[in-house]
């Protein structure tokens, strides 16, 4: 049995539904704690009443260091300053649990993450963090680290590490690079270094995929994809990010994952919840990008805006 944690607020329920029906496809033997970072997602979760899930509300688990930073950063920028929390606060919920595997709530796992976890057991280490792996026209390793907090996993035998993390996002975790720093993620660039007895880096590469790399590994090796940029705009158009896709990873990933976020939205409204846009991205950006992403489909690389009802 594997331990996960996400985090997300109402907002973003339909990729928390996906990123779930996935793991009760692919995964298997699992428990997922969703730390719930509004009220509203606890409630509309809680009427669903999934297996395997257990709910976590932040409310009720904010640190005094937590709630003195939460009015200086926007709400992307507490999310990722709550990353670090998140696998402490389940092995306070729970101490038989002696390992949690944190999840960004857009990934989408295609097979069983178990050929990961034997990697990582046989390493002998108690962290896990996964690269980039970028393609080499989207290295964003300079801004945006080498390593990407999407699928960490953290041993109780690793809580030096993750307490490490966890002051430095609460001294500094903003959505700009500063000094070397971006968000929660740059201060994973030197942890193999700064804690090699500790920290192992995923060595299979194109188990991690991603719009960064998907030109890069193919998409038949992803273990789970991360959907990084991807945004609910309206009932009928979602963004899907300014990467080049190959058309095989929009028909083969792409079109499942679309699927199981309407299936999300379907769930979720039979107990009240309301779809909203997850992006504030204005007409002229639409309209320029529909007409790109007529050009570009065209050569068989689709990016932009995509019809997804």
Not at 100 to 106: P, Q
Not at 138 to 153: A, E, I, L, N, P
Request: net charge neutral.
């Amino acid at each position: 049995m594997e331990h996960y944690v996400t985090l997300f607020d109402s907002l973003f329920i339909p990729q928390g539904l996906a990123l779930y029906f996935s793991m009760k496809k692919y995964v298997k033997d699992f428990i997922l704690w969703i730390l719930c970072v509004d009220d509203e997602a606890y409630e509309v979760l809680a009427r669903l009443q999934f297996d395997n899930v257990r709910l976590l509300r932040l409310g009720e688990l904010e640190t005094e260091d937590l709630l003195r930073i939460k009015p200086t950063r926007s709400k992307g920028e507490y999310c990722w300053t709550l990353t670090p929390f998140a696998p402490k606060f389940v092995f306070d919920a729970d101490f038989s649990v002696e390992r949690v595997t944190y999840l960004d709530a857009d990934l989408c796992f295609y097979k069983n993450p178990s050929d990961i976890f034997i990697e990582y057991e046989a390493s002998g280490k108690s962290v896990l963090i996964t690269d980039h792996a970028y393609a080499p026209e989207y290295d964003q390793s300079v801004t945006s680290g080498r390593y990407c907090v999407q699928f960490m996993t953290f041993s109780r035998r690793g809580e030096a590490v993750r307490k490490w993390w966890e002051d430095r996002c609460v001294e500094w975790c903003y959505a700009r690079f500063e000094d070397g720093k971006f968000g929660d993620q740059k201060y994973l660039d030197d942890w193999p270094e700064k804690f090699g007895s500790e920290v192992h880096v995923l060595r299979n590469l194109g188990a991690a995929l991603a719009p960064w790399n998907a030109i890069r590994f193919p998409y038949s090796d992803a273990i789970f994809y991360h959907f990084h940029g991807l945004r609910i705009l309206s009932r009928r158009r979602i963004a899907i990010g300014g990467y080049r896709l190959p058309r095989p990873v929009v028909k083969n990933i792409y079109a499942p994952y679309l699927k199981s976020l309407k299936d999300g939205v379907a769930i979720a409204e039979k107990v009240g919840w309301c779809l909203r846009p997850q992006s504030s991205i204005g007409i002229r950006w639409v309209l320029r990008n529909i007409m790109r992403d007529i050009y570009i489909s065209l050569a068989g690389l689709p990016y932009g805006v995509m019809r997804w009802y």
